[in-house]
């Protein structure tokens, strides 16, 4: 998985991309082992693949770089705003952790502050993915 999901799901950034970046770094490394083989059919097949799956992690760090941390913020926000009228008024589990984000979110001045929001949002994840009971 890319990234381990936690750009997509979990709405992070800097961790992701560390992720992404060492995801680079080991598929160059397949690729360059099997590049030293010598290439039959097979191995050029996967040599492809490889190539194709590195531009697509790349092109994944370029979406996030280029919308930076900002960006996942206001993802944050805009999904914790449907959250809150969709679930938060049956699950009280859900409706404390929005608060709680919310609470925190206000305060956000730069990156090293929204890393601590991400905590706050997969609170929020926990949160209202559980029924109340």
């Known amino acids: 998985l890319i990234g381990h999901g936690l750009h997509t799901k979990n709405l992070q950034y ?26 039959n059919p097979t191995q050029k097949r996967v040599l492809n693949e490889i190539k194709f799956s590195i531009s697509i992690v790349q092109a994944q760090i370029d979406e996030l770089t280029a919308k930076g941390w900002k960006g996942q913020w206001e993802r944050q926000k805009l999904l ?13 589990r859900c ?9 925190y979110a206000s305060k956000i001045s730069n990156e090293a502050e929204f890393a601590i929001a991400e905590f706050y949002y997969r609170e929020v994840l926990k949160g209202c993915s559980i029924k109340p009971e």
């Open 95 to 103: 409706y404390k952790a929005l608060n709680q984000y919310e609470k």
């Open 80 to 92: 914790n705003y449907h959250r809150k009228i969709r679930f938060a008024p049956n699950n009280p």
């Open 14 to 39: 800097r961790r992701p991309l560390q992720v992404m970046k060492g995801q680079i770094v080991e598929l160059r490394d397949h690729y360059n082992r099997i590049a030293r083989l010598n290439a």
